[in-house]
Structure formats: C-alpha cells, structure tokens
C-alpha cells in the first residue's frame, strides 16, 4: 500500500496570503489529523476529520481551517499568513476515528511565510 | 488538560549500548494509548512502539521495549543494541481513547545520538 502522501512538501508564501495543503491517506484509512510542528511550540495538534466531519479541533486561530473529501484526502486551508505560520504541517490517517490504531504520518509539508 | 513531558533534550549512546529514553504524562482519563515515535532528520514520523493503558504487561518490539508505570504516570522507552539508524529524535506522545477529545498530545522531544 502507498504510505501517506502530502503535497506539496516547500512551499513558500508571504504575509497575508493564504495557502492550502492536501494530504491523502492511505487507501481504506477515513480519519485524517493535521499537526503542526515548530521549533517553538513543538508538535501540536490541529484538527481531525472522520467521513467528511470535523471531530475535534486544537487551539488555533479561525484562519486554520480544513476539510474532508467523500475519498477521505483532506485539505487545510491557513489564510492571512503570518510569519509564525512558517512551520512543518503533518497529516496523519488511522483507519477508524474511535480505535487507537497506529497513526501512519506523512513526510509533511514544509511551510515558509516571509 | 492532558501533557506530556520529556525531560531529556538531549542524551548520545554508545553504538551497541542500551539508553533509555523519559516521559511522563499527566491525565484523569483510566483509559488511554501511549506511543513513542521517531523522527529522523527526513521528518518522517514513524511509530516506534504503542501501549494500551489498560495493559500492565509492558510493550516490546525487538530492539525497543518500555516501563509503564500506570500510577507514577510514566512512561520510559528502552533501546537495546544501539545502532546508527536509531539516531532521531524521540516523541512520547499520550492518546485519549474516549469521547470526541481524540488527538496526540506530544512531548517536546528527545535528540538521540548514537556514537560509533
């Protein structure tokens, strides 16, 4: 089975522009959690979603946002950048919401705001 | 809230000898998964180990074993036979099993480095 696929893995914006990223898990695997992860604040998490549904949400701003597509790839979405958005953005999928199976990351999205 | 704490930055072992790693965590919940993940610098996640809370037998696979101390609330991982792949950095991380409250809780990090 493919492993878990991010694009695109760079990408750099500027301050106030907004950006999207996708994640698509591997196949059969419905839940979806978004991490970002900084030299600061370490890995935090961001949100999940399950069948089209946002479960839970972490501690960001309403500028975070994201969604889940009836095949299961998630997209996030961050508008009006900020330079502390700069960050590694992880997406992970397990194949049900409710059962702690392992988590399968992906190599993750290497976000630069300047 | 729940958190997790590494309390090691930093630790170097000697290829071929046995470290083990910290992590302490902090929860009401009785039910819940642990895990210890790798990081190496591809920054690609990789599950190192997971143990069910409700287990008092502590989890091994290969190389990698834990303690689980469910009362002390923690949570250490034991590397034996050290080698230059194990070079990472290592991330405890605490997953609650109930309710609509599920995500990873992650600690700061450990940096590992193994010493030819």
């Known amino acids: 089975k493919a492993g878990v696929t991010q694009t695109p893995r760079y990408l750099i914006k500027t301050r106030g522009q907004q950006v999207t990223l996708s994640c698509s898990p591997i196949?059969?695997?419905?839940?979806v959690s978004w991490y970002q992860q900084t030299p600061g604040q370490g890995l935090q998490f961001l949100f999940e979603?399950?069948?089209?549904?946002?479960?839970n949400k972490g501690n960001f701003p309403g500028r975070f946002s994201g969604r889940q597509f009836s095949n299961s790839r998630s997209e996030m979405n961050v508008s009006t950048l900020e330079l502390g958005d700069s960050a590694l953005y992880l997406c992970?999928?397990?194949?049900?919401?409710?059962?702690?199976?392992?988590?399968?990351f992906g190599p993750g999205t290497r976000l630069t705001v300047l | 809230a729940q958190t997790v704490t590494q309390s090691q930055p930093e630790m170097s072992v000697q290829e071929a000898e046995t470290v083990t790693l910290s992590c302490t965590y902090d929860?009401?919940?009785?039910?819940?998964?642990l895990f210890w993940y790798k990081q190496p610098p591809s920054r690609q996640m990789i599950l190192v180990i997971r143990?069910?809370?409700?287990?008092?037998q502590n989890a091994t696979e290969n190389r990698f074993s834990v303690n689980f101390q469910k009362a002390a609330k923690s949570f250490s991982l034991k590397i034996s036979d050290s080698q230059l792949g194990d070079a990472a950095m290592y991330f405890c991380?605490?997953?609650?099993?109930?309710?609509?409250?599920?995500?990873?809780?992650f600690g700061s990090g450990t940096q590992l480095t193994v010493l030819p």
């Open positions: 992970a999928s397990t194949p049900m919401a409710w059962v702690w199976n392992e988590q399968f």
């Open positions: 196949s059969g695997h419905r839940s």
């Open positions: 979603y399950f069948s089209e549904t946002q479960r």
């Open positions: 929860t009401s919940e009785s039910d819940y998964y």
């Open positions: 143990q069910e809370a409700y287990k008092q």
């Open positions: 991380a605490y997953g609650v099993s109930s309710g609509s409250a599920r995500q990873l809780t």
